[in-house]
């Protein structure tokens, strides 16, 4: 059994408002010069090993389920 990684986040474009209700209250906590954007992580795990034509699979999920691909981006990896 495998387990892949996706990682969705806004793209750079996006207004992220929960990214900036977290920067915000880092400043107010103390916490300077950092900057935060809020994502998703979605763990898939798969029967059998990650080849890449399962890897392929968890892309076209990706960007058919767990991405708004207007709004966001995504990254698939295996997990170690």
């Known amino acids: 059994m495998a387990r892949v990684i996706v990682d969705v986040m806004p793209k750079p474009e996006i207004l992220d408002p929960q990214g900036k209700a977290v920067t915000g209250a880092l400043k ?3 916490f300077e010069g950092l900057t935060v954007r809020q ?6 795990e798969l029967d ?3 080849t890449s034509e ?3 699979e968890v892309r076209q999920a990706a960007e058919k389920l767990l991405a708004n691909t207007v709004i966001e981006s995504f990254d698939v990896r295996v997990d170690q």
């Open 54 to 56: 399962r890897l392929d």
């Open 48 to 50: 059998g090993d990650a």
């Open 39 to 44: 994502g998703k992580r979605f763990e898939v």
């Open 28 to 30: 107010r906590l103390g």
